[in-house]
C-alpha cells in the first residue's frame, strides 16, 4: 500500500513540477509522453539530460534552448524530452524498467547512464530516431548558433545524405545577419 500511495504521489506531482520548472518555447515532455506520442505520429526524440545541480545546463536552458529558431525546430522535428540523471522514477521503455541508482550522496538513473554511454557528462543532448535507436549523444554546452546548425542536420535528415562536414558548407543561418554587425 505504502508503495502504491508514493507511486501516485509521483505520478501526480513529477510531471506537473516538470513543465513548471521547464517553461520556455520548447514544448518540454516527458520521455514516457514522447514514447506515448510516437505510436501516432512517428518522430525523432530529443532527450536533454541534465540535472538540478549542473550550472551549464541551466545556462543551455536560459541561452539555447529559448531561443526561438532552437524551439522551432526542437517542437516541429523532434519531441524534446527534459530527463532529469538525477530523477527517481522508474521508467518502463521497450519492455526494460530503468531504475534510478543511488551512490554516494545522490546517484543516477539508469536510462540516463544508457542514454549517455555510461559517460556520465551535463548537459548531454540525446538524438533518437524515429524507432528509438541511438542516433548521437552531444556532450556539453551549446550555443543557440552551433546548436541550431546540428538540430537541423538531425531533424531534417541531412545526415541520412551526406557529411557534417559537407553540411557545414551549405548550411544556411538564420543568425548570420545579426552576427556582431557583419551583416550589411
Not at 518555447?25 to 539530460?49: L, N, Q, Y
Not at 543557440?144 to 548550411?171: A, N
Amino acid at each position: 500500500m505504502k508503495k502504491f500511495l508514493l507511486y501516485l504521489f509521483m505520478a501526480m506531482t513529477l510531471p506537473g513540477w516538470a513543465q513548471v520548472v521547464h517553461e520556455g518555447p520548447v514544448k518540454w515532455m516527458t520521455f514516457e509522453e514522447a514514447i506515448e506520442k510516437s505510436k501516432t505520429e512517428k518522430r525523432k526524440i530529443f532527450i536533454d539530460v541534465y540535472t538540478d545541480w549542473c550550472g551549464w545546463c541551466k545556462v543551455m536552458d536560459k541561452n539555447t534552448f529559448s531561443e526561438a529558431q532552437v524551439a522551432k525546430i526542437l517542437n516541429e522535428k523532434f519531441y524534446p524530452v527534459k530527463f532529469d540523471a538525477e530523477q527517481t522514477a522508474d521508467v518502463v521503455f521497450n519492455g526494460t524498467t530503468f531504475k534510478f541508482v543511488p551512490y554516494g550522496n545522490k546517484g543516477t538513473h539508469q536510462l540516463a547512464m544508457a542514454l549517455l554511454n555510461n559517460q556520465m557528462s551535463y548537459p548531454t543532448v540525446v538524438f533518437l530516431n524515429e524507432d528509438f535507436a541511438m542516433i548521437q549523444p552531444l556532450p556539453g554546452y551549446q550555443k543557440p548558433e552551433e546548436f541550431h546548425k546540428i538540430i537541423q542536420f538531425i531533424g531534417e535528415d541531412h545526415y541520412k545524405t551526406m557529411k557534417w562536414v559537407d553540411w557545414q558548407g551549405v548550411y544556411k543561418s538564420p543568425y548570420a545577419a545579426n552576427s556582431n554587425g557583419s551583416g550589411h
